[in-house]
């Protein structure tokens, strides 16, 4: 699984896009999904976009952002791109408390 952070700029919104982005944004519902969620200035100049992107064996970091780009050109909101983070989860190493005696 690959967490891939998407910061970009919305460009040319007209107000029907600037109307269905202010009533789909939820700043308090920020999370990595396959659809993609965004957090926004109050403006709507500036986005994080946030998607979560299956890895299949042999998928590296080129293959997740591609589809999060994907993702983020399915939601239709005219941007430009200016920062791609790739995080592959397979690589994070989770490290348990053990007991104390």
Excluded: N, W
């Amino acid at each position: 699984m690959f967490r891939v952070t998407i910061r970009g700029a919305f460009e040319g919104l007209d107000e029907d896009d600037r109307a269905a982005l202010r009533t789909s944004i939820d700043s308090f519902q920020v999370a990595f999904t396959e659809a993609g969620t965004f957090t926004c200035d109050r403006s709507l100049s500036a986005f994080t976009f946030r998607c979560q992107v299956p890895a299949g064996p042999d998928d590296g970091e080129a293959e997740a952002t591609e589809r999060a780009v994907r993702a983020l050109a399915a939601h239709g909101y005219p941007h430009r791109v200016l920062r791609v983070g790739v995080t592959d989860m397979r690589d994070i190493k989770i490290r348990r408390k053990g007991k104390r005696h």
